[in-house]
């Protein structure tokens, strides 16, 4: 780590702005090794998870379980795997449960962890981790937050890689999470 010190910043003052709910904007003073001081702006938002789902469709094609629901950022439908906060205090492992039961009414086997990835780490300081559900089954209805409206489809593998990056298929997450799935399937 010594050889990477010219590069290090060292935090010296952090001030949350602003509490947004899912996210704290703040404001960090750092000083790099040289001595200069600049004030950045920094996300603090509580880690997320993913979950990738292959069940059969009515055809019995594998496919994935995905999320189709309107995010106001993009101001757009999306198609995405099932995701979501993880909460304070609690395991990556269980919150991908709880998600993947909450937004689709399945649940599964095990769960196993395919990757990890830092979303956008120029100003964002959580962590995303992306789980493989083995087995699921549909064993409940959806339990959805009350700002959530969401439908739940069954998008076949070669759909998705099809349409992936384009139209409702532009979540940078899910795209991700996809390609912990593809490196998961060549070692199985």
């Not at 780490?121 to 981790?129: D, E, K, L, Q």
């Not at 349409?163 to 996809?178: L, R």
Request: proline share 5%; net charge negative; charged share 30%.
């Amino acid at each position: 780590m010594d050889k990477d010190n010219n590069l290090i910043w060292i935090e010296k003052s952090r001030k949350i702005i602003k509490d947004f709910r899912i996210f704290k904007a703040c404001e960090v003073v750092s000083a790099a090794p040289d001595g200069r001081e600049n004030t950045f702006t920094q996300l603090d938002s509580p880690d997320w998870v993913n979950i990738v789902c292959v069940v059969k469709n009515k055809d019995g094609e594998d496919s994935f379980l995905m999320v189709r629901q309107f995010r106001h950022g993009s101001s757009a439908i999306t198609m995405e795997f099932p995701a979501g906060l993880i909460d304070k205090g609690e395991e990556p492992e269980k919150a991908a449960k709880r998600e993947l039961l909450e937004e689709t009414g399945y649940s599964a086997e095990k769960f196993i962890p395919i990757g990890v990835v830092n979303p956008n780490p120029a100003f964002m300081n959580n962590t995303s981790y992306t789980f493989f559900a083995v087995n699921p089954v549909k064993s409940d209805g959806q339990s959805l937050d009350a700002d959530e409206l969401i439908d739940v489809k069954m998008v076949p593998i070669k759909e998705f890689e099809d349409k992936m990056g384009s139209g409702e298929f532009m979540n940078a997450i899910t795209i991700i999470a996809y390609l912990w799935y593809k490196k998961m399937a060549k070692r199985t």
